[in-house]
T-cell receptor
């Protein structure tokens, strides 16, 4: 199946700093990628849809100025958490559909655990 | 709005027994239903999926059934093993965007050795 990687796998930062998380599709091109947030023992919450070459689409209640998304190429999307605060601590996961296939399957990255002190 | 209900939230079975997880979706236009397995600290992994033009699909010990009329779909795991212990999420394709899903709330499966 298609492989999606994320970097870093975990990060600890101080309150007020910014953190960038990368999501890469390794063996396929992805014009669309999704960013999710997951709190302990909860389901995946879609934050935004990253679109190659255009602006990201944010879900209701997600601050676009706080969670900056850039989809610079067909294999890379980045999520930057700006001015991070302890309440931003969470597990962030990206996914990408392999549009070359015949299904709508999203392939998920391994996730990035963010801890803001 | 679009919604996917998933039951049970937790499930414990003895090794070798079967496990069944059920989901109900609200949008009759949903046409793709994947199931994901998520182990602790990892991203979800696709384990099986089904399209709306199929009633059942099987892959070794895992099967998924779909009842379009009732808007129900279920995951069946037979001959469970300790390594099946994980959180399982169902999802239904969303009509609000291409490739978007609505996820269920998850089922924590524990297989007791």
């Amino acid at each position: 199946g298609a492989v999606v990687s994320q970097h870093p796998s975990w990060v600890i930062c101080k309150s007020g700093t910014s953190v960038k998380i990368e999501c890469r599709s390794l063996d396929f091109q992805a014009t669309t990628m999704f960013w999710y947030r997951q709190f302990p023992k909860q389901s995946l919450m879609l934050m935004a849809t990253s679109n190659e070459g255009s602006k990201a689409t944010y879900e209701q209640g997600v601050e676009k100025d706080k969670f900056l998304i850039n989809h610079a190429s067909l294999t890379l999307s980045t999520l930057t958490v700006t001015s991070a605060h302890p309440e931003d601590s969470s597990f962030y996961i990206c996914s990408a559909p392999d549009a070359s296939g015949s299904t709508d399957t999203q392939y998920f990255g391994p996730g990035t655990r963010l801890t803001v002190l | 709005g679009e919604n996917v209900e998933q039951h049970p939230s937790t499930l414990s079975v003895q090794e070798g027994d079967s496990a069944v997880i059920k989901c109900t979706y609200s949008d009759s236009a949903s046409n793709y239903f994947p199931w994901y397995k998520q182990e602790l600290g990892k991203g979800p992994q696709l384990i099986i999926d089904i399209r709306s033009n199929v009633g059942e699909k099987k892959d070794q010990r895992i099967a998924v059934t779909l009842n379009k009329t009732a808007k129900h779909f279920s995951l069946h795991i037979t001959e469970t093993q300790p390594e099946d212990s994980a959180v399982y999420f169902c999802a239904a394709s969303s009509t609000s965007g291409t490739y978007k899903y609505i996820f269920g709330t998850g089922t924590r499966l524990k297989v007791l050795a």
